[in-house]
């Protein structure tokens, strides 16, 4: 630098440089603290759920009280090298689909995800921290994608030992109340129909019958439905 400019030229170059690095250095600061103020409002009274906001390759940004005994007490959320993982695969194959969809702004395939930890039920929920490209950024800087992600424990024992209320209600048979009890619990179509000792037919054409009395379509629906009026 020094042969291609006179001395004073070069002091001139190396203060201007300076003072890039740390206006760079500086808007890095302030996207940081960007995303920290957001997550850390968007953590703001979730207890009891496990919740932490992730960018959508599951970094870790922040996390709750709740997570972080779930990440120190073999829970269903962990945290390995800075990134959030799930206990479950399939869990964290959906909650990876999910957080893809919304950092491309399409609507989710499925608003939440059951499954099964431990003899509980839990629920997932994934939303956008940020929802307007910049916020919480700056221009050299602008704010990534982060994502709300939040799981519940559905206390599955205790759904379990209610009455069946629900079942009067909508008209079921004592079967097709099994059913639904069993889905609350974690278990599955396949699952169900080996604990019942039937074929996987004829708990298919009974899942078809309960969504008719239910007006359901889908066996995630029905699953809220229980959560919702049991």
């Known amino acids: 630098k020094d042969r291609l400019y006179a001395p004073s030229v070069a002091r001139i170059l190396d203060g201007m440089l300076g003072i ?8 890095a600061r302030l996207a940081a603290m960007g995303e920290k103020t957001a997550s850390a ?5 979730r207890a009891p759920d496990l919740g932490v906001v992730v960018t959508n390759e599951l970094k870790l940004i922040e996390a709750n009280d709740e997570a972080l005994r779930s990440f120190a007490h073999a829970g269903p ?3 390995i090298a800075g990134i959030v993982r799930l206990r479950t695969h399939q869990a964290e194959t959906w909650l990876r689909k999910a ?7 399409q609507p989710l395939t499925e608003d939440r995800h059951f499954f099964f930890y431990k003899d509980r039920t839990w629920i997932m929920t994934v939303t956008s921290v940020l929802d307007n490209p910049g916020v919480g950024g700056s221009a050299l800087f602008p704010a990534r994608p982060l994502f709300l992600v939040l799981l519940r424990d559905l206390a599955a024992e205790q759904v379990a030992a209610r009455d069946d209320g629900f079942a009067r209600h909508f008209g079921l048979t004592p079967a097709e109340w099994t059913m639904c009890r069993d889905f609350l619990l974690g278990f599955d179509l396949a699952e169900y129909a080996d604990r019942q000792a039937i074929t996987r037919e004829t ?8 969504f008719a009395k239910t007006g359901t379509n889908r066996q995630a629906e029905l699953i809220a439905l229980l959560i919702k009026t049991c």
């Open 20 to 27: 890039f690095n740390r206006a760079v250095d500086m808007n």
């Open 41 to 45: 409002s968007a953590l703001v009274n």
């Open 77 to 79: 959320l962990q945290e």
């Open 99 to 105: 957080t893809l969809q919304l950092a491309r702004r």
């Open 203 to 210: 708990a298919r054409g009974r899942l078809k019958t309960i």
